[in-house]
């Protein structure tokens, strides 16, 4: 029993002892050091992020957009064959539809028959006796008869050896021949200028060359009848197109997007334009291919702001006006090729180097 009690009064003298000073020292140490170490990590993070912020700027206001042709028709008619289909890839020249081209046909065969006709004109022009001259010389050796003639009826005149009706019917016959010449003659300059070529078209027959415009008409139109893609590019609104549907000129019946044409319109706020410039490089990443950056260039800066465009520009001069940061659009070329294909519309995120550091 006095043994128990030793040992439990041993105990308690132990548990009252004083702990080191050197355990309670290094705790405390630990927690200045946490104190102050950790609002400079906290401070050194921000001005590390501050730091990799400056010479760049970014938007997610950004979509990428290709270049879109509308084909039309340059010919009316009914559409009687289509060789493509929604977001097919087509080549440039590619038939795309065919409209029915016999009426087509039909004019140059009309065309055909008008320069035929034109070319016999022209052959039976060059053969007509006013260009031989046979109506001159006729002429002019009838007035050498009369002007004869009419001497001889002069001279008895004078002599008293004949009449008055004989003497002005040699005179009339005489002025009756001049006629005649200056009429042979008028009729072969008519038969000339008929053959004779304008300056527009020097060496050829009006005729024949009115006839070889409607033939060429008729030929270019015949050849419209076969519509072909403008450029490479994917099939687009291509419901329109369908067989028996009437062409109407000008009227789009399907939409080329053209995939070599891709670019990104980025609409950065206008506190971020300070030290853009043309040129500068940028990287592009698409939401709908975050992994796959691309890098591109600063193509162009928009000339206004989006509002200044817009169907109804903002009325700022009234007495609850609040200034509002304004977008201007910033077009931005892509320089690397895209391991995804790239499709119009897609949102993008676009980080500018303004300083020309990156990538």
Do not use: C
């Not at 055909?112 to 002429?139: E, K, M, R, Y």
């Not at 062409?247 to 399907?254: E, F, N, R, S």
């Amino acid at each position: 029993m006095a043994e128990a009690d030793l040992n439990m009064r041993t105990e308690h003298e132990a548990s009252e002892q004083p702990i080191p000073e050197t355990r309670t020292g290094g705790a405390r140490r630990l927690r200045l050091l946490a104190m102050i170490s950790v609002p400079l990590l906290i401070v050194a993070g921000g001005v590390t992020y501050w730091t990799m912020q400056q010479g760049k700027v970014s938007t997610d206001n950004a979509y990428l957009h290709q270049d879109k042709v509308s084909v039309s028709a340059e010919v009316a008619g009914p559409i009687t064959d289509v060789f493509v289909k929604e977001n097919q890839h087509v080549e440039a020249g590619q038939l795309l539809f065919r409209i029915d081209p016999q009426p087509f046909q039909l004019k140059i065969q009309q065309a055909d028959a008008a320069l035929a006709s034109a070319q016999a004109n022209v052959t039976a022009l060059s053969h007509d006796t006013a260009l031989s001259g046979a109506d001159i010389a006729a002429a002019r050796e009838d007035i050498s008869f009369a002007e004869a003639t009419f001497a001889r009826q002069s001279a008895l005149w004078d002599r008293g050896f004949t009449t008055k009706a004989d003497y002005d019917a040699a005179r009339h016959k005489v002025e009756q021949a001049r006629a005649s010449l200056r009429t042979a003659q008028a009729g072969q300059t008519e038969a000339q200028a008929k053959l004779a070529s304008g300056a527009a078209v020097p060496g050829v027959n009006p005729q024949i060359a009115v006839a070889k415009a409607q033939r060429a008409t008729a030929e270019l139109d015949l050849r419209r009848t076969e519509v072909r893609a403008p450029a490479s590019g994917v099939i687009a609104e291509a419901d329109r197109l369908q067989k028996g549907q009437l062409a109407v000129t000008g009227l789009p019946l399907v939409t080329l997007v053209k995939s070599d044409a891709s670019y990104v319109e980025a609409n950065f706020k206008e506190t971020d334009l300070k030290d853009m410039r043309v040129g500068q490089r940028a990287e592009i990443r698409l939401d709908a291919y975050p992994d796959a950056p691309l890098r591109g260039h600063v193509a162009s800066i928009g000339a206004g702001t989006g509002s200044e465009f817009s169907v109804l520009p903002a009325q700022n001069a009234t007495g609850n006006w609040v200034k509002v940061t304004q977008r201007v659009p910033v077009r931005v070329a892509i320089d690397s090729k895209s391991p995804r294909k790239l499709i119009a519309g897609l949102s993008a995120h676009i980080t500018v180097f303004t300083n020309n550091k990156g990538h």
